[in-house]
């Protein structure tokens, strides 16, 4: 079966390239879909509620009202319908887009089922709230949709007389139609903002509001459009008369034009099979592996002192602190939620147990993941560095969304492997450059903004700066440390990243009288053997 | 990349935005109803009259029944089907028997159509049978109508006012 996402991602990775060439850092729009759709939610609303104080209720004054603000307060009223409109338009293109994207990236599986899942409502939502704003307008284009709309519903033969008879003359349609329209352009929106909650529910740290100079220059777009292109109606309904040429918003009214073509029961059927569809992908094969379900983070209350810092950390609110159950001398314990962890790993590089230092005592963390635990980390990087010099030996920690490092290959160069960027806990970084395993760590992470994990590139980020527990030690050199923080695609960019830094470590080292790779940790077991 | 190329870059989002908005919220144009034509509208909801005659109930069926439940008739739910008939200038253009609506076919018989005609004058005829009869039909109107370019010619049935209404 042909997997549509790997064409998309390509599609959204080159997209992305370019649009973090034209945007400051955090900017991108393609990092910020949900949040600008909020924002254009927002002006939808403000705009809306301007443009309901003008409005009027009536089968002559609905069309009449809108009249006005638009040709006779142009320049405020008239804006504000236009806002209205482009806002909306603006809500459509983010949401489809961020579906699309979330889609491409896989990140509709797992514990995510539940945010995507309660998004499918919310196509529903937006295009019945645009769809009833254009009805109230009452002109021909508000009378074709009536028309084809209440087609469409009286389908379903659920209501004991056709709605479509409320549109056989204009004698037939009744002033309080129109408040039950406002109603509806009122209520359902309120009801979008509901279900947008509960589909956040389940997010740790929304990004509700997009950076704020995205938000200006978007809002700055939309005015500029509406006094360029301002909306206009299309000529007052006539229900004597059959609409004939219209100019439809395809961003709302596309699939209109399929109700002529195809019938009613067809329309229907392809209506529910999507939102079936949709709301079922979480549970569709390509099926997530089953390794992943099996690693999830455990807690070890032996070495859990209760500080809170992995459920801090935790992107998908998976861990709970409860009170203490074992009799210790602390008053909390983390508890994982198995259904709601991804095994990302940032709850073992949050926590101040895991450190590669232990050699007295087992190296058991406070949390980790069974099959990617603190002890094997450290295994790794040993066994990784092993074949490194000390002038001039990398060693990379990456994650699994970025480039991929077994495709990496430079001279002097390891690689270690983690789900996640902040899997790792700055001890690490600490680990091999005092003890000599590399003279330079590299670490390598998601696309900055849109990492795999959410918060990945962020905590570390805020862990070397010192600015999040547990943080780096003041004693390791800054210098000494890399990053890029790529997408899936940047695998050149990554190395040449990596040979930028090398190339600046080898004047270091000699200077700082670096000492063999190795040579310290085998002194050192020596020492602990004796 | 130079500031002042991430600026123009800025602009060119937001204008390929701006764009898409301005282009797609009315174009390209869509023709719903050719300008060379005329409609006619076959819209009504009418109830048959039922499957069954009413019939007195005797005395021992309403000894039966509690004291605020006594009628006394009692009819059978069901409704017959609505045959209805529309020629225009006396050749066919929609016949078909309606079934009454409802779970237990004791609602209206609805019909909501839309017949794409040229203009011009036209010999219209409608008639419809509601009733258990076999043959014929128990209303019928015919006229001849100009009906000009896009109009929407509606016909609809009120039995509360004697029939077909042409509108």
């Known amino acids: 079966m042909i997997d549509l996402r790997r064409p998309l991602r390509w599609c959204f990775l080159h997209l992305e390239r370019w649009l973090d060439a034209v945007f400051p850092a955090g900017w991108n729009p393609l990092h910020q879909l949900g949040a600008l759709g909020f924002f254009y939610y927002w002006v939808v609303a403000v705009s809306g509620i301007y443009v309901y104080v003008l409005f009027d209720t009536g089968t002559t004054e609905a069309y009449e009202s809108v009249e006005f603000m638009t040709v006779e307060q142009w320049y405020l009223g008239g804006v504000m319908r236009s806002l209205h409109r482009y806002a909306s338009d603006g809500m459509v293109l983010m949401m489809v887009v961020h579906v699309l994207r979330e889609f491409s990236l896989g990140r509709y599986r797992g514990p995510r089922w539940f945010t995507w899942f309660t998004g499918v409502p919310v196509l529903w939502l937006v295009m019945i709230a645009g769809i009833s704003g254009y009805w109230l307008v009452w002109d021909q284009l508000a009378q074709y949709i009536a028309l084809e709309t209440a087609d469409w519903l009286d389908w379903l033969g659920i209501f004991g007389e056709p709605i479509a008879r409320n549109f056989n003359t204009a004698s037939a349609l009744d002033d309080r139609f129109f408040t039950l329209l406002i109603f509806i352009h009122i209520v359902v929106p309120l009801l979008l903002l509901l279900v947008l909650w509960i ?80 709301a079922a992908l979480p549970w569709l094969p390509p099926m997530r592996k089953a390794e992943a379900t099996a690693n999830t983070a455990v807690v070890d209350l032996g070495n859990c002192n209760g500080c809170q810092r992995c459920a801090d950390d935790c992107p998908y609110n998976a861990i709970a602190m409860v009170p203490r159950s074992d009799g210790m001398a602390f008053d909390l314990e983390a508890r994982v939620d198995s259904d709601l962890c991804t095994s990302c790993g940032i709850c073992m590089g949050a926590c101040p147990t895991a450190t ?58 390891a690689s270690v492997a983690l789900p996640c960027i902040a899997a790792l806990p700055p001890s ?28 990945g590139v962020a905590w570390m980020e805020e862990r070397l700066a010192g600015e999040r527990d547990p943080a780096l030690r003041r004693r390791v050199p800054r210098e000494r440390i890399g990053q890029a923080w790529l997408a899936e695609d940047g695998l050149s960019d990554l190395a040449s990243a990596i040979e930028d830094f090398q190339a600046g470590l080898a004047p270091q080292a000699a200077s700082a009288g670096a000492e063999p790779v190795r040579k310290r940790l085998e002194e050192e077991e020596v020492g602990s053997h004796a | 990349m130079p500031r002042p190329l991430q600026f123009l870059g800025q602009g060119v989002v937001y204008l390929v935005i701006a764009l898409l908005f301005g282009l797609f919220s009315d174009w390209p144009r869509f023709t719903f109803f050719p300008a060379d034509q005329a409609q006619i509208m076959l819209s009504f909801a009418h109830g048959a009259q039922r499957k069954g005659e009413c019939r007195k109930l005797t005395a021992e069926e309403l000894d039966e029944l509690a004291p605020n439940m006594r009628r006394p008739e009692i009819c059978p739910r069901e409704r017959l089907p609505v045959l209805v008939e529309l020629t225009l200038d006396d050749q066919p253009l929609y016949r078909e028997s309606l079934p009454p609506s409802g779970l237990s076919g004791d609602g209206p018989s609805q019909v909501h159509r839309r017949f794409v005609v040229a203009p011009g004058s036209h010999r219209i005829t409608v008639r419809l049978r509601d009733s258990a009869r076999s043959e014929g039909f128990d209303y019928e109107r015919s006229e001849t109508i100009a009906l000009r370019e896009r109009q929407n010619f509606v016909i609809d049935f009120r039995s509360d006012r004697g029939g077909f209404v042409f509108m």
């Open chain 1, 356 to 413: 590669p230092f232990r050699r007295r005592s087992e190296l058991i963390p406070g949390i980790e993941l069974p099959q990617a635990s603190a002890r094997a980390l450290r295994e790794d990087l040993e066994a990784a560095t092993s074949g490194l010099d000390g002038e001039s030996g990398v060693v990379v920690f990456g994650c699994a969304h970025g480039p991929k490092l077994e495709r990496l290959d430079l001279p002097n160069v």
């Open chain 1, 199 to 278: 589909h956040l529910q389940r997010v740790s740290r929304p990004q509700i509001n997009p950076k704020r100079g995205l938000a200006v220059g978007t809002l700055a777009m939309l005015l500029a459009l509406s006094f360029w292109k301002p909306a206009v109606s299309q000529g007052p309904a006539d229900l004597a008369a059959v609409p004939g040429e219209l100019g439809l918003d395809w961003f709302y009214l596309g699939f209109y034009p399929l109700m002529e073509r195809l019938s009613d029961a067809a329309v229907w059927g392809f209506a529910v099979a999507l939102t079936l569809l949709l």
């Open chain 1, 428 to 455: 690490y970084i600490d680990y091999a450059l005092s003890r000599g395993f590399a003279a330079g760590v590299f670490l390598a992470g998601c696309h900055e903004g849109d990492c795999y994990h959410r918060f």
